[in-house]
Nanobody, 126 residues
Framework: QVQLVESGGGLVQAGGSLRLSCAAS????????MGWHRQAPGKQRELVAA????????KYADSVKGRFTISRDDAKNTVYLQMNSLKPEDTALYYC???????????????????WGQGTQVTVSS
């Protein structure tokens, strides 16, 4: 059973930075493609960033390109989301997602597949 635990959320002023972490257990981490999603009140959950399990290939939502960076450390079974130049519209509950994928260079599938953490709140004040 894959377990994911997010941390690193908090309250920050606009323009500030936060780094989220998601620690995985119960599996071989290098077999997982990983993603970060977020959900703001009254809005649908959206994909923020994703990373393949091999090669470290990444993709981002247009709204965070150039500001957020996803990375992974397989030795620590952890995926990170470095968030810079934060804006009030980045305020949301951020979730980590993990999916088993058959090949190394694919992203997690869209939707609610795979395993999810409990979320960590990010609040950006103006």
């Amino acid at each position: 059973q894959v377990q994911l635990v997010e941390s690193g959320g908090g309250l920050v002023q606009a323009g500030g930075s936060l780094r989220l972490s998601c620690a995985a257990s119960g599996t071989i981490f290098s077999n997982l493609a990983m993603g970060w999603h977020r959900q703001a009140p009254g809005k649908q959950r959206e994909l923020v960033a994703a990373i393949t399990r091999r090669g470290g290939i990444t993709k981002y939502a247009d709204s965070v390109k150039g500001r957020f960076t996803i990375s992974r450390d397989d030795a620590k079974n952890t995926v990170y989301l470095q968030m810079n130049s934060l804006k009030p519209e980045d305020t949301a509950l951020y979730y980590c997602n993990a999916q088993y994928v058959s090949t190394g260079y694919v992203f997690p599938a869209e939707g609610r597949q795979g395993y999810w953490g409990q979320g960590t709140q990010v609040t950006v004040s103006s």
